[in-house]
């Protein structure tokens, strides 16, 4: 079955970096608009990013444009999300989904009409 598995999260410091991946398989990257969402503790899941799977658009949260770049590579079917500059802010649960199309949505922020989603790996970013 379609199956997403994220890894590379952990534990940093504030100003450090991440880069976190999300190994799919069972479908190829190419039928989805990627997402990648978060949680934290006590709140509601939020859009973080997107790459479209056509041209690659990318669409991001505002609190992490600049911070954070989303890419893919087809060949080996993984979507990565580069986190730089985090902030305790950025402390979550870090998940990769699929949209049910090709685009990304416009607005990220509140997306949530996922197709398949992964575990999550935990970020967790100390002051």
């Known amino acids: 079955q379609v199956q997403l598995v994220e890894s590379g999260g952990g534990l940093v410091q504030s100003g450090g970096s991440l880069r976190l991946s999300c190994a799919a398989s069972e479908f190829t990257l190419d039928h989805y608009a990627m997402i990648w969402f978060r949680q934290a503790s006590g709140k509601e899941r939020e859009g973080v990013s997107c790459?479209?799977?056509?041209?690659?658009?990318?669409v991001y949260r505002s609190s992490v444009k600049g911070r954070f770049t989303i890419s893919k590579d087809n060949a080996k079917n993984t979507v990565y999300l580069q986190m730089d500059n985090l902030n305790p802010e950025d402390t979550a649960f870090y998940y990769c989904?699929?949209?049910?199309?090709?685009?990304?949505?416009?607005?990220?922020?509140?997306?949530?009409?996922?197709?398949?989603w992964g575990q999550g790996t935990q970020v967790t970013v100390s002051s």
């Open positions: 790459i479209s799977n056509g041209d690659g658009t990318t």
């Open positions: 989904a699929t949209t049910r199309g090709a685009a990304c949505p416009s607005k990220i922020d509140d997306f949530h009409d996922y197709g398949y």
